[in-house]
T-cell receptor, first 111, second 111 residues
């Protein structure tokens, strides 16, 4: 059974810092790894999707990497802004098109 | 496009009552999903569907039933609600290769 873990559970940084969020998964036989953002009381918004054959994906100030052999993915946020404050969730797709989620990292960017 | 919509947004039930949550998508997606999210946890898959007329169990299916009579709709039913089903319920849809698009959620409280 796939298990996804995110560390840290919460993170507070001053505005402008670069930061890394970590995600680990137990079953390396994944089809893709996805990162989502969740604002309080809202649904999830997709940020990046990395296919199993890829090593990284970039979108603006966000860069996600994938290392299947070690069961790890990281989300790098450059030059953080207060608007980046949210909970970030990673999820592994093990082939049924249904995702296994981590419990998230709650990010607070201080102005 | 409205994307993924969920009805209702909030609901309070008494133990033993029944209800149906409605999810609708206007993106012509084949795949639809129901997740639940409990405080401090990631999302857990309840049931999913890979096409009209098909459904499958996810990680936590007990106490729930689903139906996909039309491609654009996915219904989640609780036949006899229990306090353990107090949660936020999210619906999502996707193609066979793309990321999942989430609805805004339904907050359910069972007293």
């Amino acid at each position: 059974k796939q298990e996804v873990t995110q560390i840290p559970a919460a993170l507070s940084v001053p505005e402008g810092e670069n930061l890394v969020l970590n995600c680990s998964f137990t079953d390396s036989a994944i089809y893709n790894l996805q990162w989502f953002r969740q604002d309080p009381g809202k649904g999830l918004t997709s940020l990046l999707l990395i296919q199993s054959s890829q090593r990284e994906q970039t979108s603006g100030r966000l860069n996600a990497s994938l290392d299947k052999s070690s069961g790890r993915s990281t989300l790098y946020i450059a030059a953080s802004q207060p608007g980046d404050s949210a909970t970030y969730l990673c999820a592994a797709d093990t082939g049924r098109r249904a995702l296994t989620f981590g419990s998230g990292t709650r990010l607070q960017v201080q102005p | 496009n409205a994307g993924v919509t969920q009805t209702p947004k909030f609901r309070v039930l008494k133990t033993g009552q029944s209800m149906t949550l409605l999810c609708a998508q206007d993106m012509n997606h084949e795949y639809m999903y129901w997740y639940r999210q409990d405080p401090g946890m990631g999302l857990r898959l309840i049931h999913y569907s890979v096409g009209e007329g098909t459904t499958a169990k996810g990680e936590v299916p007990d106490g729930y039933n689903v139906s996909r009579l039309k491609k654009q709709n996915f219904l989640l039913g609780l036949e006899s609600a229990a306090p353990s089903q107090t949660s936020v319920y999210f619906c999502a849809s996707s193609t066979s290769t793309d990321t999942q698009y989430f609805g805004p959620g339904t907050r359910l409280t069972v007293l």
